[in-house]
């Protein structure tokens, strides 16, 4: 059993900063790509950010230069660092791993969502 926890969620107003964290936990082997996806009210889920394994990260045009993804391995742990928030931002964000357990199966497995709201 693998699960992923996310967790940082709150209400923020616009400018300020959040971080979210999406823990892995369970029997796991190995974990590969990461993501953040988002989905506002009314809106397509839409990815954020990636991280490789190896650190190579990828950003949506949206949050460039705001949004800074990082994962720590040794922990099973993914970050996302969230600057200067835009009301735009306001969406439950979920994680996303692609996770080898120790039976040697690759999946992928997405957490239950942590709410953003960015508010005045």
């Known amino acids: 059993q693998v699960q992923l926890v996310e967790s940082g969620g709150a209400l923020v107003q616009p400018g300020g900063s959040l971080r979210l964290s999406c823990a892995a936990s369970?029997?796991?082997?190995?974990?590969?790509?990461m993501g953040w996806y988002r989905q506002a009210p009314g809106k397509q889920r839409e990815l954020v950010a990636t991280?490789?394994?190896?650190?190579?990260?990828w950003y949506v045009d949206s949050v460039k230069g705001r949004f800074t993804i990082s994962r720590d391995n040794a922990k099973n742990t993914m970050y996302l660092q969230m600057n200067s928030l835009k009301p735009e931002d306001t969406a439950v964000y979920y994680c996303?791993?692609?996770?080898?357990?120790?039976?040697?199966?690759?999946?992928?497995?997405w957490g239950q969502g942590t709410q953003v709201i960015v508010s005045s």
């Open positions: 991280i490789t394994r190896g650190g190579g990260t």
């Open positions: 369970g029997r796991i082997f190995s974990i590969n790509n």
């Open positions: 996303n791993a692609a996770i080898q357990v120790v039976s040697g199966t690759w999946r992928n497995y």
